[in-house]
């Protein structure tokens, strides 16, 4: 059975590059969402086993989304996907249950070592 | 307006998106000078007309308040210039979590302003032309305008383009009520070849 | 051995380059640094540039350097904030005025192919014509403000001038809850007399020499000026009520004490004068000197030659 990952970007580019960015043969079922309020809708709808989120979107950012997963009690496997590098960021998400930071622009090597650390891909 | 001066919606889309993977290396550098975390925008951009920038420039800022401006040019594959517009409080905030105590003098404060516009200006254009592969140089900064209103900043009257793409993010402090904007402008011809270089970008994904 | 245009031109041109490595010692060194330094190439190269000049300004040029090699950016400096790095003299050494050379820098990072910094170029320009022009163009401006804040028969300060100084006091009573300000209107007696009988080149004199018979007794804060006609006004910061008064009487005196020579003519001038304080419930300009010019009437009325305060309550509410 295919993996439901939802990707939440509210650019449509970033969500394409992720999406190629994304290890080949990986059978995957792909939901994408524009802002937080639509990524925790699809979550709620069960389409987010593994979630790739970015931070800064309109109406509700990817803090304001981790931080409502981990009232709900977190159940997603949850990659922050983000141009804030900076070394605080990637704190404050682990902190709130976010699994694994990764930079933009992506770099697929280091989703799939990721992914493999984690044992949720082949 | 001419149409071909109009970004297409993905064209639009994956501007917006370079900007932001640039402006976070801006803020990361930002945040590495003031010892403190950065807050990023999401990036605004839109076309606007000459006798009309004046507004834009209100709009994006917010407030009619009093500000001071850096401004920069760049050149190579694309040319424009680049302001960075800070307020009352940020030129004060700036000398203060940069160590100066009530002593910073009016040059060491210039000095500051255009330091930190460099670094800002720098790291986010800088980051779109690695993501473009565009190639540009920087001429060196200076003070625009000192304790001016935001609305006055830019004399529409002395402007020889007509249509210019304003792209636009602020970087706020967490601690502070500290805000600055980064504003680059393009005038016409300028925003052709960006529009050919983001095409190139996203048919090489 | 012919060189290339490039390093013919990075060698010739009438601006200083030089490169530096991540340990500042210089890589490459132009002849116009080569010539201003007294220092040539085969000197420097290979040595630290702070070794071979101990008088840079060390700790903050590390940190403009090291900026360009870590965030891989241009970097800038203007003579306009740090007029010079390098003791050089300058080509206008008689007329300058100026000590050393001016020098704006451009600080670029060279990459090697794996995009990497590894060496800083940096170009000296002379801004020295710059900065004098600046300099002169200043004084110009500062002359053009000065005569334009000017009454043109007195010389004091015009009406112009003193509104917008009024007007700032306010702002900085607001601002650092300084302490009240105080203004004198002052206006001298039977002017149109003076007039009638001496003349006017004569009226224009004993202006004049009242201007003149005023400013020795100021305090280097106290602004002075000529508010329309035979009317003058002082504006005195950081002064009460009390401390005005006292002013504005030996201003009084200053002006009545001898008899103003003009030709053969002796002229006896006395002068009227009002005093308020600029106090609660007082928010604007026009109030106080509005206050100022009831106590003016109020000399007047009771018969001149004297000074009057604005209504003595007032004191008490600040």
């Known amino acids: 059975m295919p993996t439901p990952i939802l990707v939440v970007d509210d650019s449509v ?4 590059m992720l999406i190629k960015a994304l290890p080949a043969g990986w059978d995957v079922e792909i939901t994408q969402a ?89 | 307006m001419n149409d071909q001066l109009l970004l297409t919606p993905d064209q639009r889309d994956a501007l917006q998106e370079v900007t932001n993977i640039a402006m976070g290396q801006a803020g990361a550098q930002l945040a590495q000078i003031l010892e403190v975390f950065v807050q990023l925008s999401v990036p605004r951009i839109n076309i606007t007309e000459s006798s009309s920038i004046a507004t834009s420039i209100l709009q994006l800022v917010g407030t009619p308040q009093s500000v001071t401006a850096v401004r920069q040019a760049f050149s190579g594959t694309l040319r424009g210039e680049a302001m960075v517009v800070y307020d009352q409080n940020g030129c004060r905030d700036l000398a203060d979590l940069m160590g100066y105590e009530d002593d910073i003098d009016r040059d060491s404060e210039r ?35 000192e304790d001016v209103e935001v609305g006055r900043l830019i004399n529409p009257q002395q402007l020889t383009w007509n249509y210019a793409l304003l792209v636009e993010v602020h970087f706020t402090l967490e601690v502070r009520d500290f805000t600055c904007h980064l504003m680059t402008l393009m005038p016409e011809e300028s925003i052709v070849a960006l529009k050919s270089a983001l095409d190139a970008f996203m048919e090489n994904l | 051995m012919t060189e290339s245009p490039a390093d013919f031109i990075v060698s010739e041109i009438n601006a200083g380059i030089f490169m ?36 840079l300004p060390q700790k903050w040029l590390v940190k403009k350097i090291d ?12 003579w306009e904030q740090r007029p010079y790095l390098f003791r050089f003299r300058h080509n206008r050494p008689i007329t300058g005025g100026i000590d050393y050379m001016r020098q704006n820098f451009t600080f670029m990072p060279m990459r090697n192919a794996q995009g990497e910094v590894e060496a800083v170029v940096v170009t000296l320009l002379d801004a020295t014509d710059s900065a004098i022009y600046q300099t002169m163009m200043q004084a110009a401006m500062r002359k053009l403000e000065e005569s334009s804040n000017r009454d043109g028969l007195t010389g004091v300060f015009n009406r112009r001038y003193i509104d917008t100084r009024i007007f700032d006091e306010i702002q900085r009573i607001g601002r650092y809850q300084a302490a009240p300000f105080s203004v004198v209107l002052l206006d001298l007696d039977h002017f149109k007399r003076i007039n009638d009988t001496y003349g006017h080149l004569a009226g224009d004199e004993v202006l004049r020499e ?32 009390e401390g005005a008064r006292s002013a504005a009487e030996r201003i009084r005196f200053a002006i009545g004490a001898e008899a103003i020579v003009c030709g053969e003519q002796h002229i006896q001038v006395t002068a009227s004068l009002g005093v308020a304080s600029f106090l609660p419930p007082f928010s604007s300009a026009a109030e106080v000197t509005q206050a100022a010019d009831e106590a003016l009437y109020q000399s007047k009325h009771n018969g001149r030659n004297r000074v009057s305060v604005y209504p003595a309550q007032q004191s008490q509410t600040g």
């Open chain 1, 13 to 16: 580019m970033a969500r394409k």
């Open chain 1, 34 to 122: 524009g802002n937080g309020v639509e990524a925790l809708a699809a979550y709620r709808a069960g389409k987010a086993e593994v979630m790739f989120l970015d931070l800064t979107m309109p109406e509700l950012d990817g803090y304001g989304v981790l931080e409502t997963l981990q009232a709900e009690g977190l159940n997603s496997f949850v990659i922050v996907v983000s141009a804030d590098i900076q070394p605080l960021a990637r704190e404050r998400v682990k902190q709130l249950g976010a699994l694994a930071f990764v930079k933009k622009p992506v770099d697929p090597a280091q989703i799939e070592a990721i992914l493999r650390e984690y044992g949720i891909a082949l």
């Open chain 2, 111 to 145: 000095e500051l302003l255009l330091d930190v516009g460099n670094v800002l200006v720098g790291a986010c254009l800088n980051g779109i032309a690695e993501l473009l592969g565009a190639k540009l140089s920087f001429s060196a900064p200076t003070i625009m305008a």
């Open chain 3, 20 to 55: 530096l490595d991540r340990q500042y010692r210089v890589l490459l060194w132009n002849r116009f640094m080569a010539q201003h330094s007294d220092l040539d190439a085969e000197t420097v190269i290979g040595r630290n540039l702070f070794e071979l000049f101990p008088d």
């Open chain 3, 67 to 78: 900026s360009v090699f870590v965030l891989k950016n241009f970097a800038f400096t203007s």
């Open chain 3, 210 to 241: 009242v201007a003149r018979r005023v400013l020795p007794g100021l305090r280097e804060p106290d602004v002075f000026g000529r508010y329309g006609g035979e009317e003058f006004i002082l504006i005195l910061p950081q002064t009460d009520l």
